[in-house]
């Protein structure tokens, strides 16, 4: 796991100093050992940072050059297949003399026979790279199927930049810093900028799955390439569903799993896992445990709140497993020291307030280990969401009323008065939204969204289009769950959770590794069928059976309890100075985004206990604490 950085641009001399102070702006990515190669007569710098996994020698500096010298590459991720991969080209008789064992010169060997995008279709892992062609002269970016490792990129001006974060872009003297206001109404909806999208105009994310290749031509539009699709596999499951029994849909999925798990055993630096003694990380230890001649480390916070503290849960399931488990108990003052760590770790803005309890269990991991897995995933891949039942009851009720009257009732429901509840007013907006919305998807997105657009938060009404507003790109799967899930899938997922764990990981150089995001676990999940993913109201039900081999039911089997954090109770307590400062009636109205009256009346409404505004407010919150760390 490393930090990628660099520049091109075209027809100008190549500034070294410029690309190793892009890539020292992301030093915590890759603290033991960093590089840069130019083309100078390109004007093209490759800089990167390297945080040693596999061959802790300098053969596996970078960046790397091919053994044909053709390619020179930059790379972030692993790759668990590389033993694989090596095996193949040299039955191929297509291997190059190995000067080491890292990942990174399997790749290029890979890359160098397989050309771009059929060698991306080899790869099994985790991965962000930018790839020098020097004979064709031009550069290829690519990102892993899932976007666990992340890649921003965008031109400014006359020049080209890239890197695993956009702190290190933003060290670039030709980067600008201007807000994509029209990218606001989303991140206050969902608590996310959502892929392809940064927060700043001309810079993106590229999205998962695809490559991009620049050649040259300043300010080239660039459309990204997909080599593995989603949709594409989830409509190939529909018409290819799994037609075996129960019993041989879990011994398939241990087989997958396990075979996973043993790939991303493999490093030579210290191993452990997360472990909340829930479903999916306590399948994930199990399975290491399982396949470990030592006692497996496992790390757990808790809290002294009951209703957030799944510690005891962990430890009786680390106990059966017998691993080595670690556990700590977080007061209240350890968790809100992290507050002012998130606006610089998370570079843009973002509200998963779980990202509190994840930066502090990295934090307790990285004392022990270099490499932790994580159970990540289930959810989104097995319906694991108690939001995915809720959405589809609501929608069953109402999906069956004609569309005639559905927009009448709509109609209808917006004549009711404004009412001095505004909890009320919010649902019957809600409920308005759901009653006009066409399609599954249209249906879950308004669904699960924080702030409405009758909120009248943003200043700039005009929303950026994408995969979560616009219907044209929302594909019709027939079932609700499945549209859910898929939608989580591309956007949750990987603009969201997988966001949450890397830069809270890498912030403190520990690399985290999710096995149920393995695409070959992907690809078969989706051929089953609802009821083995939800069945006599127990979500994940696959995985449920899957553990119960492992670990006795009366260990795991409660209320999912998420990883969350009191945010309410601080915002009236400990937070409130902090909230009040940032919130401040002029500092909103010189900033020029956001209705401060909005905003005013949302929080007196929390602290006088008429609402609670949480959600809502942590996203004001986070997006004004990183104004505030931008200096904007």
């Known amino acids: 796991m490393c930090g990628i950085a660099g520049y091109w641009t075209p027809g100008q001399i190549t500034d070294s100093t410029i690309a190793k102070r892009m890539a020292d702006a992301i030093v915590h990515r890759g603290p033991d050992d960093s590089g840069v190669w130019c083309e100078p007569n390109y004007g093209l710098a490759l800089a990167h940072r390297r945080l040693a996994i596999l061959d802790l020698s300098s053969a596996g500096h970078q960046p790397m050059h091919s053994a044909c010298n053709r390619y020179v590459i930059v790379f972030n991720g692993e790759i668990y297949n590389h033993l694989t991969l090596r095996h193949e080209l040299e039955l191929a008789h297509a291997a190059p003399t190995w000067h080491g064992h890292s990942d990174t010169e399997t790749l290029l060997a890979v890359l160098s026979h397989w050309g ?31 976007g666990e490792k992340p890649l921003y990129y965008g031109w400014q001006g006359n020049t080209f930049l890239f890197g695993s974060e956009l702190k290190a872009l933003r060290s670039h003297p030709a980067f600008h810093s201007r807000i994509n206001r029209s990218v606001l109404p989303l991140y206050f909806r969902y608590s996310y900028v959502p892929t392809p999208y940064s927060i700043y105009t001309d810079i993106q994310k590229l999205e998962p799955g695809t490559f991009i290749t620049i050649e040259g031509k300043p300010n080239q539009v660039l459309r990204p390439k997909a080599y593995w699709s989603l949709h594409q596999i989830i409509t190939h499951s529909i018409t290819k569903p799994f037609s075996g029994s129960p019993v041989e849909a879990i011994d398939k999925l241990e087989y997958l799993l396990r075979d996973t798990v043993k790939e991303q055993m493999i490093t030579d630096v210290p191993l452990g896992a997360f472990l909340s003694g829930g479903i999916d990380s306590s399948l994930v230890v199990a399975i290491m445990q399982s396949m470990s001649p030592r006692p497996i480390r496992t790390f757990t916070i808790g809290f002294g709140e009951q209703r957030y503290n799944e510690a005891m849960h962990a430890k009786a399931v680390a106990q059966h497993l017998g691993t080595e488990h670690t556990e700590i108990y977080v007061s209240s003052d350890q968790a809100l020291n992290v507050i002012p760590k998130l606006p610089k770790l998370y570079d843009e803005p973002f509200a998963d307030s779980s990202q509190i309890p994840t930066f502090l269990v990295t934090q307790l991991a990285r004392q022990h280990v270099t490499v932790a897995l994580s159970g990540d995933g289930g959810d989104e891949l097995f319906g694991g969401y108690s ?9 069953n009720r109402l999906n069956h009323l004609p569309d005639g009257l559905r927009v009448l009732m709509a109609n209808l429901v917006g004549l009711v008065p404004v009412s001095k509840s505004a909890r009320w007013n919010r649902r019957k907006f809600l409920l308005s939204s759901l009653l006009r919305s066409k399609g599954n998807t249209a249906f879950y997105t308004q669904f699960i969204g924080h702030w409405l657009a009758s909120d009248d938060l943003t200043l700039d009404k005009h929303e950026a289009q994408c995969f979560l507003n616009d219907i044209n790109q929302q594909p019709s799967l027939g079932d609700i769950s499945d549209e859910a899930m898929y939608t989580d899938s591309i956007t949750y997922l990987p603009d969201d959770i997988l966001v949450k764990l890397d830069r809270a990981a890498m912030g403190i150089s520990l690399e985290t590794r999710v096995p149920l995001l393995d695409h070959r676990i992907i690809e078969w999940a989706w051929t089953l069928p609802q009821s083995m993913k939800s069945q006599n109201g127990h979500e994940k039900w696959a995985l449920r059976q899957l553990l119960y081999r492992y670990v006795p039911p009366s260990l795991v089997d409660r209320p999912k309890m998420g990883f969350g954090v009191p945010i309410a109770e601080w915002l009236r307590g400990p937070l409130r100075d902090w909230a009040e400062d940032l919130l401040d009636v002029n500092r909103i109205r010189n900033e020029g985004f956001l209705n401060s009256d909005v905003v005013q009346k949302k929080w007196r409404e929390h602290l006088l206990g008429i609402s609670n505004w949480e959600y809502l407010l942590w996203d004001v919150l986070m997006f004004q604490n990183w104004l505030r760390e931008q200096k904007i």
Request: charged share 25%; net charge positive.
């Open 116 to 146: 771009l995008e059929a060698g991306l279709k080899q790869l099994v892992g985790m991965f962000a790279f930018a790839l020098w062609d020097r004979q064709e002269g031009s550069l290829s970016l690519a990102r892993d199927r899932l």
């Open 387 to 395: 939001r995915y039942s809720t959405a589809r009851n609501m929608h």
